[in-house]
């Protein structure tokens, strides 16, 4: 049986592996190796049940004879994932009448009965396919069940139950072999990550029947919290049960140890019990991870049926490979590679109880992870107030814009109709950690009357509570039950460890001091993009950068500024001394002018209140600066060479923050980031603009300060033309959120609104703005990087945009040089993980 390529015994030498034969076979022999007490199995190997889908089946006969006399069999899955799933197992093959008129006498009626009509039931659903409501009429149990069962199945087929165990077997081996094939099947495990062409193994097993007479059972055990990764023995036992019935809720399921709420294993068969742990103890230290053992217990006696790796949760797989590291049993590199770099995002936030009840009023894009529930409001002012009462509040809108932020920081979730993964709202809410979804337009929104409606017809109205989930996308009625974050001691050392290994930086986007802090706290290596315009929102700021924005000549613009100079020195200074001497870069002013104005005629009065001018002629001016396309328009660069009076107070105040920052300590040396650049001379003037400010500031100060220049590279004219700009600057920084939208021609605010089509339809592989383009933008990227690094050698390469914090584009950003990737605060953990597993990785490989 050894030696037949179709089918293998499993012993501790047989020619089994993971992508041959399925993880359940080999985790097999890895048991027998360790001489626990594994009942007899064989193994068919994927080519095996490929030839068997197809109608060609091994000889049976030989499979049969390999077991005793009598014995039952079972059939079980053996995928080379355990994730990617499969047929369900059948248990008590060969299970006839001749064969139930032995067991009677053996180990009595009942227990007999009940392995043939558990046989019968499980062979017609799984095998025969079919409708398992036929047995609903089923009543009573033994004997009666049994022969109720079989002429149920004779009933719906017109033939008798099969009496031979190889006819039964065959029958086993096709179905399951079938149903891996089907379409179905096929599409589920592919949407699990696993290839169009992934094989399925099988194998058979004696039954050990966990029913009769003595202590007989089945049950599960291992010894950590699936919830928490805490060490704890958990599990159930099920006395006169088979495979895992003692999972299946069954009242009479008893605890594992001693328990003041009932009965325990280690109470009714303490032998058995102690056999048990210290087997679980061996696999964990032997196959190196925690876990699930499925056991049964046959008249005392213990048997290791298989194990699989605990399922857990976030948290939990956390906690399970730092803890097994700590014990020597794996290595810290190996550690960091079991944790997926996403599971960190469910433990910086606030999620749902999985257990929880939802009850969904609405679906749409989940652009920032974490949950919370609140009071529906529909306007930052409001949002403001609510914050102000201490009251928890939603912020709806149809979308949000740069004067929503001040409602978004007051707000403990938003929830827009409009908008992509890489909106407004969505860059917000990742950058300071708030559930956010966009795009949820199955849900009619009525912002004058103040309602939203769901699909069904219920109307929410203002006050009214509801829960944003922005790990899933969905909207729930109601206040539903939380999990606070875990960032305990066990992830900070993660993350240590994951520091120790990646070799690219991982810089966080910050433009508050509360984010700055955030991203010290996940020690990120600096502020990869502090956005200035953020800065100005304030209530206190506002109406004197209105005021900016009227000014009619320059010296009245600078007149103006003076009065923000403080401010915006102030802002900075706190960014230099919360990152305690780690590189700051500052991103110019960026934004069109106009979205500082008010949109509304209420807002105009207000306006022309403030400064004391006409109605009309606020009216007039704020018309005449309105844009076609602003996002294309009047902003960046472009404003600092029109408009140089913002630059230069802007880099007045860093330089002046930066002696005042560096007073006492180490000398501050920040980054001035030009953004929207399209060509050279634009970098020669704001730069000359700039050293002419530093020198001013040195003069003025008397203080010494070094300070480097670069660009955002956002346009593809950049991208082409880097060797022209390159040897003008310190560090060339790639903006891809904007670069994604030139190069594409499409507006990422409006991309949610036919995206998933794209996607589904083969258009787009992946959604442009939350996985880099490779191909496309990823060659723009490669090409700056290259044409910069030959003009500037030492020219540090960057990538700010959203995709800094996407796994799959780091790895792309390695590979084409990048020194650094800037995310949102909250992403850091994610982006460090990944940038560890790509440096892993690429030592093994």
Known sequence: MQNNPDTTLVTATAPIANDTHGGRAKCLQRLVRLELPVPRTIALSFETVRKIAHGTVPDLSAVVGQFSGGALLCVRPSSQDPDWGGPGAVLNIGM???????????????????????????????????????????????????????????????????????????????????????????????????????GLGLVVQQMIFGVGAGQCGSGVLQLVNSGTGAPQVTGRYLSQSQGRDALGGDTAAIYLTRDPRGPSLEELAPEAFDQLKAHASLMRIRLRAEMQVEFAIDDGNLHILDGVRVSRSSRAAVRIAVALADEGIISREEALMRVQPRLLTELLHRQIDPSATRDIIGMGIAASPGAATGRIVFSSAEAQASASREEPCILVRRETSSEDVRGMHAANAVLTERGGITSHAAVIGRGIGLPCVVGASDMTYNLSKQTITSKDGRVFKAGDEITVDGSTGQILAGAAAMQEAALDDTFRRLLSWAEDVADIGVRANADTPADAQTARNFNADGIGLCRTEHMFFDAGRLTVMREMIFAETGEDRRAVLERLLPMQRDDFTQLFRIMEGRTVSIRLFDPPLHEFLPADKPGHRELADALGLPLSDVTRRIEAMREYNPMLGLRGVRLGVTVPEIYEMQARAIFEATVEASEGGEPIVPEIMIPLVSARREVELVKTAIDTVAAAVRTERGAEFSFRLGVMVETPRAALRAAEIAPHCAFLSFGTNDLTQMTYGLSRDDAGRFMSDYVQQGVFAEDPFHTLD????????????????????GVTLSVCGEHGGNPESIAFCREVGIDYVSCSPFRVPVARLAAAQLAISHKIG
């Open 96 to 198: 006839n009448d001749a064969r139930f008129e032995e067991f009677c006498k053996t180990m009595g009626e009942e227990p007999a009965s009940s392995l043939y009509t558990r046989f019968v039931q499980g062979y017609a659903i799984n095998v025969a396919r079919l409708d398992p409501d036929m047995f609903d009429d089923v009543e009573g149990e033994g004997r009666d069940a049994l022969e109720a069962s079989l002429r149920a199945y004779e009933a719906e087929t017109e033939e008798k139950f099969p009496q031979d165990p190889t006819i039964q077997l065959d029958a086993v081996l096709r179905s399951m072999a079938r149903a891996w094939e089907g379409t179905s099947a096929r599409l589920l495990r592919q949407a699990k990550g696993a290839p169009a062409d992934a």
């Open 774 to 793: 490779t191909d496309g933008v990823g060659e723009l990227l490669k090409l700056g990087a290259e044409r910069g690094r030959m003009a500037q050698p």
